[in-house]
């Protein structure tokens, strides 16, 4: 079946650091992916997608591209801050006929930035 | 726009008891969904509504979980009665439409976060 597998955290990194969260996944057919984030306290909220191989979603300065590949969708930001810090959910949707658009979620990571 | 809208925030109930979360889409939404989030894991899909049909239920333990959606707008999900395992956070989702005509956004709520005791 479907799965989304995720680097374990926590990660801990210090302000203006590079930051690359991996995630690969097994699926048939052609997902869409995503990364969510969940700020402390709050929702589940959608970072970025991609929704075919070789898209490069971007928000907020963090970076994903779409490897069918590698089957990969690695989460990457060039220079952290403080308030990146949350936990990070990579996920597949299966799309298009025959499907039912349900998220499959990676187990999260965790990314403390430190001042 | 108003998110999505979830009641209560959190619960505390004993084991064997009942309990009931509502949530409330975003106006126009075809589509809701109910995930349960474990503490330590990713949201986990129980049901996927398209208005007020089931979509999806593979996942939902039907001995004990029931979930309704009437006239297609708020949906509450049920559970009796409840183990000790129940325990996470159940986070309600709804999107424009379903996923088999494309890729939709899913708007999530704040979920309400179950303890069973």
């Known amino acids: 079946g479907n799965s989304v597998t995720q680097m374990e955290g926590p990660v801990t990194l210090s302000e203006e650091a590079f930051l690359t969260i991996n995630c690969t996944y097994t699926a048939t057919g052609y997902p869409s992916l995503f990364w969510y984030v969940q700020y402390p306290g709050e929702g589940l909220q959608l970072l970025l997608k991609?929704?075919?191989?070789?898209d490069k979603g971007s928000n907020k300065g963090f970076e994903a591209t779409y490897r069918k590949e590698t089957t990969s969708f690695h989460l990457e930001k060039g220079s952290v801050q403080v308030s990146d810090s949350a936990v990070y959910f990579c996920a597949l949707s299966d799309t298009g006929s025959g499907n039912t658009g349900k998220l499959i979620f990676g187990q999260g990571t965790t990314l403390q930035v430190k001042p | 726009e108003a998110g999505v809208a979830q009641s209560p925030r959190y619960k505390i109930i004993e084991k064997r008891q009942s309990v009931a979360f509502w949530c409330n889409p975003i106006?126009?939404?075809?589509?809701l969904y109910w995930y349960q989030q474990i503490l330590g894991q990713g949201p986990k899909l129980l049901i996927q509504?398209?208005?007020?049909?089931?979509?999806?239920d593979s996942q939902l333990p039907k001995d004990r979980f029931s979930a309704e959606r009437l006239k297609g707008v708020d949906s509450t999900l049920k559970i009796q009665p409840a183990k000790l395992e129940d325990s996470a956070v159940y986070l309600c989702a709804s999107s424009l439409e379903s996923g088999t005509v494309g890729s939709y956004e899913q708007y999530f709520g704040p979920g309400t976060r179950l303890t069973v005791t």
């Open positions: 991609a929704t075919k191989a070789d």
């Open positions: 106006s126009g939404h075809a589509t």
């Open positions: 509504f398209q208005n007020n049909g089931v979509v999806d």
